[in-house]
């Protein structure tokens, strides 16, 4: 037997939610939502998981993890969605992605994230502000943009209320965001910073202001 481990989930939406071999509609049950809520939902032709911040969230800990996921290395693909909420403020910018190596209390996780309404922006900062790396515990967008500019965003061209495919490569402390099929990666961290021998779930992440939409979610293992 290799080391290499390829499983896929066929509920709905743990490990794509779209499965021939098992049809099953994902439920809140599957997943474990702190500072959110979770509803099954179609959006756009898919079985989805939808994901809103109710009132006023605490920190960036605003996921619904997957249940029974132990990760360290490999890879996480998904399609992902983030839109503003028609009340959200004008800083809102559908705040959506995936968080990997996820303490089950949510205390931990690193995270890739994109601001969808930046993508074809007017202005070009926003423009490169459209993918984000965060890490939790300590470590936030705001802190990582003051203190090392640029070095954790950069340009994707995204659009809000629509799919976009993702892929995260996971590697010891190094991680590669790929989106919607490109053959080079969107944002490359070479030091993640919870370190490179954490290990955790896969967590569905949103921001402030953000209804979000999660559907064929596959994991592949390699430890």
Known sequence: MTKKLLFIL??????????????KAITPYDVLPFQVTAKKTVYKGKDALALEIP????????????????????????TISGQPLANAGETARG??????????DASKMEVFYLRPTNGRADDQIRRNHSSQYISIPGFPWEKLRKETPEKYESYVD???????????????????LYV????????????????????????????????????????????
């Open 10 to 23: 066929v509920l709905s939406l743990m490990f794509s939610l779209q499965s021939k071999a098992q049809n």
């Open 55 to 78: 009132g006023q969230a605490i920190g960036d800990n605003t996921l619904a993890i997957l249940k029974d996921i132990d990760f360290h290395n490999g890879i996480i693909e998904a």
């Open 180 to 223: 919607n099929g490109a053959s080079q990666p969107t944002l490359i961290v070479n030091d993640l910073k919870q370190g490179k021998d954490v290990r955790g779930s896969i967590g569905l992440w949103i921001g402030p202001g953000t209804l979000g939409h999660f559907t064929d979610v596959k994991v592949t293992k390699e430890d």
């Open 158 to 176: 995204i659009l809000p209320a629509e799919w976009i495919k993702i892929k995260i490569v996971v590697k010891d402390d190094t991680a590669t």
């Open 95 to 104: 705040f959506v992605g995936i968080a990997f190596r996820a303490a089950l």
